[in-house]
């Protein structure tokens, strides 16, 4: 079943980054985790542009009229205050969720803008033509360059990490801009997402698939017993979870294996039925091609 947020989001990147503090980075734009959704009081809120990024982890949210959007890693949604207005968090899968909003009140950046922003054309009134005309919502999948981005904001000593994540605010929105933008009928639109009754069927589904990772349950088998036609299983799974369902088992079969690798003292053939390989051949093949390495190279690391 899926989670409610209530402070279980990881602001943190759970190695030694250290927790992502609130911060004003320039006058009117302000840092916040992904649970400081509110940054009240913050300017008017259908003139407040944010910037919600996920750096790891999925993380969900539903909105009043019972539709959801997922962001995935290094997936990124911008939209005004107003649009998020009543929204609940949630998070589709355990291990939580790692990443931050940006805040921008647009009347104060035009009134008082970045030194960069100086001689250039962008002011509040530009970003909100640009991204919030008609209260949209746009939608950009993860990519090596947001990753990169979003990464940017976690370096640095605390002394200087609030200078990294100036620099690094600059570089996203200077990256929006210039990033050929979708088409129209390209822009994902979270009216068109799927209904609540689906999603919940699909992550009754992921339940399943998580707690028997030693058995091999076909799409078929699935849609019968959920009463769900496979190809609107397979949508659904890829809307919420980022990924096709077999690509999805995979990184959590080869997460999995390498746990065991590491923390008990399974055989290799032992270790490769528990994740759901009968073939002990065809899962070292597919650990080499996940980790670039052999199972029990892996082991005596």
């Known amino acids: 079943m899926k989670r409610e947020c209530e402070c279980q989001l990881h602001c943190d990147h759970r190695k030694s980054e250290g927790k992502l503090a609130t911060s004003v980075l320039f006058p009117g734009i302000l840092l916040t985790c992904l649970e400081g959704d509110s940054a009240e009081p913050f300017g008017t809120p259908d003139y407040v542009l944010q910037i919600r990024c996920c750096r790891q982890g999925r993380v969900g949210w539903r909105f009043p009229d019972g539709r959801e959007l997922c962001l995935g890693k290094g997936d990124l949604a911008i939209h005004t205050a107003e649009t998020w207005k009543g929204s609940e968090c949630f998070l589709p899968e355990d291990g939580g ?29 530009f970003l909100f033509d640009r ?22 904001f976690y370096q640095g000593q605390d002394g200087y990490r609030t200078c990294w994540q100036r620099v690094k605010m600059m570089e996203l929105l200077l990256y929006l801009l210039t990033e050929e933008r979708p088409g129209e009928d390209e822009i994902p639109d979270y009216g068109k997402e799927y209904p609540p009754e689906q999603i919940q069927t699909i992550q009754e589904i992921h339940e399943q698939l998580i707690a028997h990772m030693d058995k ?23 809307a919420v979870y980022g990924t096709s369902l077999a690509a999805h088992m995979k990184e959590h079969r080869m997460g999995l294996a390498a746990k065991l690798l590491r923390e008990t003292t399974l055989s290799i053939s032992e270790v490769s039925l528990q994740v759901g390989y009968e073939s002990q051949s065809k899962f070292t093949a597919a650990f080499k091609e996940y980790f670039g390495i052999l199972p029990k190279e892996y082991r005596h690391q």
């Not at 969720?97 to 002011?123: A, R, Y």
């Not at 991204?131 to 940017?152: M, Y």
């Not at 091999?216 to 890829?238: D, G, M, Y």
């Open 216 to 238: 091999r349950i076909t799409i078929e088998e699935l849609s019968r017993q959920h009463l769900i036609n496979p190809t609107t299983l397979k949508a659904v799974f890829k």
């Open 97 to 125: 969720c790692d990443g931050f909003i940006l805040h921008m009140d647009l009347k104060k950046l035009t009134e008082q803008p970045p030194e960069l922003f100086t001689g250039t054309d962008i002011t509040g009134e």
């Open 131 to 152: 991204f919030c005309a008609g209260r949209r919502l746009q939608v950009q999948k993860g990519s090596d360059r947001t990753e990169s981005i979003f990464a940017g």
